[in-house]
C-alpha cells in the first residue's frame, strides 16, 4: 500500500523559508501518468492546493503562490519536496503531500488526489 | 481564479438523506470529485469522475452532477459519516480548485 510521510520543521520564523519533504513508500515516484502534490489548510479552513511536481521536474504552481513556491524530486531517495518563502502568519498550516492523478478522458485532462501523508503542521511565528 | 461554491453546514438525524452541492462553472463539462475529511485526518476520496465510488467506499455514498451543480447524497447517513466534505475539479485553465467546504452533522 502506498504511503506518503511528510516531515520538517514545525515552527518557522516570519519572513524565512519554510523547506518540507514527502518521502514515498510503497510505490515509486518515478511512474508515469502521477504528479507528486502539496496541498495545504490553514486552521478551521479549507484545503487550498500549493502546486505539483513530475517525476522529471515538470512542475506547476498555484497562481497565488507561484512567485514563493519551489517543489522538486529525488528519485534516489524516492521524496519530492516543497520550499516556501517569505513566511507570514497566513501561512500557517497542515502541509500534506499528497498523489495526483492525472489522465485524459472525455472532459480533457482530468485529475485528482488519490493517496494522502497524514499532514505536518507549520507555525509561523516569532 | 475558479470557484467551487458549497453550503457551510448541512445537519441529517441518523438514517435520514443528507446532500451536499457544489457551483461551479466547469460542470458538468469537468468531473466533480469529492473528498471526505473527519477531524484531525487526511481528506479521503469518496466520489471520482462525477459519480463513481472508489474500492472501500460504502454504497450510501452517491452523486451526480446536473449543468453547474454536483451533488452528493449520502442516504441512511452514519453518525460515522459526520465529517467536512469538499468537492474538487480543475477548470479548463488547469487550476486545481477545491470547493468551500460543508461541515455535516449527523444528529
Known amino acids: 500500500q502506498l504511503q506518503l510521510q511528510e516531515s520538517g520543521p514545525g515552527l518557522v520564523k516570519p519572513s524565512e523559508t519554510l523547506s518540507l519533504t514527502c518521502t514515498v513508500s510503497?510505490?515509486?515516484?518515478?511512474?508515469?501518468?502521477?504528479?507528486w502534490a502539496w496541498i495545504r489548510q490553514s486552521p478551521g479552513e479549507g484545503l487550498e492546493w500549493i502546486g505539483s511536481?513530475?517525476?522529471?521536474?515538470?512542475?506547476y504552481y498555484n497562481p497565488s503562490l507561484k512567485s514563493r513556491v519551489t517543489l522538486s524530486v529525488d528519485t534516489s531517495k524516492n521524496q519530492f519536496s516543497m520550499d516556501l518563502t517569505s513566511l507570514t502568519a497566513a501561512d500557517t498550516a497542515v502541509y500534506y503531500c499528497?498523489?495526483?492523478?492525472?489522465?485524459?478522458?472525455?472532459?480533457?485532462?482530468?485529475?485528482?488526489?488519490?493517496?494522502w501523508g497524514r499532514g505536518t503542521l507549520v507555525t509561523v511565528s516569532s | 481564479s475558479y470557484d467551487l461554491t458549497q453550503p457551510p453546514s448541512v445537519s441529517v438525524s441518523p438514517g435520514q438523506t443528507a446532500r451536499i452541492t457544489c457551483s461551479g462553472d466547469?460542470?458538468?463539462?469537468?468531473?466533480a470529485f469529492w473528498y471526505q475529511q473527519k477531524s484531525g485526518q487526511a481528506p479521503v476520496l469518496v466520489i471520482y469522475?462525477?459519480?463513481k465510488r472508489p474500492s472501500g467506499i460504502p454504497e450510501r455514498f452517491s452523486a451526480s452532477t446536473s449543468g453547474a451543480l454536483a451533488t452528493l447524497t449520502i442516504s441512511g447517513a452514519q453518525v460515522e459519516d459526520e465529517a467536512d466534505y469538499y468537492c474538487y475539479s480543475t477548470d479548463s485553465s488547469g487550476n486545481h480548485t477545491f470547493g468551500t467546504g460543508t461541515k455535516v452533522t449527523v444528529l
Open positions: 466547469a460542470f458538468p463539462k469537468k468531473y
Open positions: 510503497g510505490g515509486s515516484v518515478s511512474i508515469t501518468s502521477y504528479y
Open positions: 469522475e462525477d459519480n
Open positions: 511536481v513530475y517525476y522529471i521536474g515538470t512542475t
Open positions: 499528497a498523489r495526483e492523478r492525472e489522465y485524459y478522458d472525455i472532459t480533457g485532462y482530468e485529475n485528482y488526489f488519490d493517496f
